[in-house]
T-cell receptor, first 112, second 115 residues
Framework: DAKTTQPNSMESNEEEPVHLPCNHS???????IHWYRQLPSQGPEYVIHGLTSNVNNRMASLAIAEDRKSSTLILHRATLRDAAVYYC?????????????FGTGTRLTIIP | GAGVSQTPSNKVTEKGKYVELRCDPI?????LYWYRQSLGQGPEFLIY????????DSGLPNDRFFAVRPEGSVSTLKIQRTERGDSAVYLCASSFSTSGTGEQYFGPGTRLTVT
């Protein structure tokens, strides 16, 4: 599986935007970029995914570099509830690669 | 609607004992996954079911681990002769689609402690 690299931890002030980076230099043409997050004592939850174009949903935005070798998850206005571990995961479009391969993620701390 | 549920939420057992962990997926989801998460690590894939059959069990660490999904809904993860190294949070997830765009919905996990 293609690998992703994320910073171990980040801090952000409450109500400020947060940019969480992810490097995936060996991404293949059929890999989707997925983001999940895991709040304390909970299972992971889906945040967003994209292939080539930038994506927006109610939770976040995903900015994908033109060469697709990196991406950034953007939380537009962080709240205390956004404190979690954020995982950037590559997932092949084709059937037969159904599992999610998690790394260690980025632990995001929100400062009140 | 109801999400993925897992029982028990906590399980403490003695080394050498047998345990069963249960997962109730979201109704209508054909794909079901088991993951294991050790402290400070991301979840690690164990096994994936499509319907009743195990489509990929490459993540099961050894033959002490086994999982079933007899009617294509509820799944049970079974661990024989438990060892202290099996202590972890066991997560279950389900999804409607297994393609690269398919979102997986996770349960809260079962925390297994082997003493």
């Amino acid at each position: 599986d293609a690998k992703t690299t994320q910073p171990n931890s980040m801090e952000s002030n409450e109500e400020e935007p947060v940019h969480l980076p992810c490097n995936h230099s060996t991404i293949s043409g059929t890999d989707y970029i997925h983001w999940y997050r895991q709040l304390p004592s909970q299972g992971p939850e889906y945040v967003i995914h994209g292939l080539t174009s930038n994506v927006n949903n109610r939770m976040a935005s995903l900015a994908i570099a033109e060469d697709r070798k990196s991406s950034t998850l953007i939380l537009h206005r962080a709240t205390l509830r956004d404190a979690a571990v954020y995982y950037c995961i590559l997932r092949d479009y084709d059937f037969g690669n159904e599992k999610l391969t998690f790394g260690t993620g980025t632990r995001l701390t929100i400062i009140p | 609607g109801a999400g993925v549920s897992q029982t028990p939420s906590n399980k403490v057992t003695e080394k050498g004992k047998y345990v069963e962990l249960r997962c109730d997926p979201i109704s209508g989801h054909t794909a079901l996954y088991w993951y294991r998460q050790s402290l400070g690590q991301g979840p690690e894939f164990l096994i994936y079911f499509q319907g009743t059959g195990a489509a990929d069990d490459s993540g099961l660490p050894n033959d002490r681990f086994f999982a079933v999904r007899p009617e294509g809904s509820v799944s049970t993860l079974k661990i024989q002769r438990t060892e202290r190294g099996d202590s972890a949070v066991y997560l279950c997830a389900s999804s409607f689609s297994t393609s690269g765009t398919g979102e997986q919905y996770f349960g809260p996990g079962t925390r297994l402690t082997v003493t």
